[in-house]
């Protein structure tokens, strides 16, 4: 009978510990981003799809609102966890944007269940990068995974992806969060999360979207701009800008075959200005065996970091220039700054800033 007991409870033990582990395993991913004096609300993409909480697919959304009315900007990084500059750019407008008329969104980890995968797209890259912060301990930022982790869908991949909107793509794509746009509510895990974040930008009144990216150095997108088409003229203005500060982006129209896609479908479903840039990062570019992807020579994060600022503020300018509800912020660094700083005293320290 003793021993009977003893089984029953060691079971009951294994049960408890088992449970404690899945739920540990549903926790999502929590990063290291210390919100500076213009994030005004913390919330989470789950805000905008409940089903999402609790799930790795749940990731933080910052809101920095001026309180002075005007347009709303939603930028995102992170839907691919390994184009680190658009992370980064996301990270620094949470930290250091202070916005001075309307409302600035930002989702720093769009797909936050490809943090902790590594596949393909990362090969030679750590899973963590580190960067030198003023006056404190270096800060580390993960380096993830184009997918969303497979561990964390209920199927294994298709054969052939059909997004919702009827693209065509390769089964391992359904847990790529820029070919499942614009989701599904009962979808899979990557479906949800683009769902989560159609919802965010209907329910907030998004004007402008940015997506924020990264391809190889020598891929045919390094250095580009997408616009839908409601939005290519002022992706043409921003282009201009860019230019006129010395930063070269090449201008790409979102094409209607493009299903599934951020730029594609925030454009066809929300009233937002749809535009999704990229930068070149060494980590993504074959002929590379071992990428520095922070201090390569020719490509260093901060400067693509650099590039992707710059982008937001030309495209919000533009945007702005030609109708949008007006959106302005301060506080966040140039290119010039950056290539001048670094990002280390653009990322908040542990100790106060000089
Ligand atoms: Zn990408």
Redesign the pocket.
């Known amino acids: 009978m003793a021993n009977r007991m003893r089984i029953a409870m060691a079971a009951v033990g294994l049960l408890l510990f088992g449970l404690a582990l899945g739920a540990y395993a549903q926790t999502p991913a929590f990063h290291d981003i210390r919100p500076g004096y213009g994030v005004t609300a913390i919330g989470w993409l789950s805000d905008y799809h409940p089903p999402l909480r609790g799930t790795p697919g749940d990731s933080r959304v910052y809101i920095l609102d001026s309180g002075v009315p005007g347009g709303t900007l939603y930028v995102q990084g992170g ?2 966890g390994n ?1 680190i500059a658009g992370v980064m750019a996301a990270t620094i407008l949470v930290e250091r944007a202070i916005p001075t008329v309307g409302r600035i969104i930002v989702v720093p980890h769009g797909n936050n269940a490809n943090v902790d995968y590594n596949d393909g797209y990362r090969s030679g890259v750590p899973s963590y990068v580190t960067i030198e912060v003023q006056g404190g301990v270096p800060r580390s930022f993960r380096y993830g995974s ?1 997918r969303t982790n497979p561990a964390y869908e209920a199927e294994p991949d298709p054969d052939i992806y059909v997004s919702p909107d009827g693209g065509v793509h390769e089964g391992n794509e359904i847990r790529n969060l ?1 070919r499942v746009h614009p989701g599904k509510p009962d979808g899979t895990l990557t479906e949800q999360i683009a769902y989560a974040i159609r919802q965010l930008l209907i329910e907030e009144n998004v004007d402008v979207a940015i997506d924020l ?3 190889g150095v020598n891929s045919r997108l390094a250095n580009t701009l997408v616009a839908h088409e409601r939005a290519l003229e002022a992706a043409v203005y921003a282009v201009l800008d860019l230019s006129a500060q010395g930063l070269h982006f090449n201008l790409e129209p979102s094409r209607q075959e493009y299903r599934g896609l951020s730029h594609r479908e925030w454009g066809d479903h929300t009233k937002a200005l749809a535009f999704l840039t ?1 930068t070149a990062n060494p980590g993504q570019t074959d002929e590379y065996t071992a990428p520095d992807v922070v201090n390569d020579p020719k490509n260093p994060l901060h400067d693509r970091v650099g590039r992707q600022l710059a982008a937001v503020r030309a495209i919000v300018d533009a945007a702005v220039l030609l109708g949008a509800p007006p959106v302005s912020y301060e506080g966040v660094p140039t290119y010039a700054d950056l290539v001048r700083d670094g990002l280390g005293p653009w990322l908040n320290a542990p100790t106060a800033q000089p």
């Open positions: 839907t691919h184009e184009r820029n990216h990264e391809a990229e």
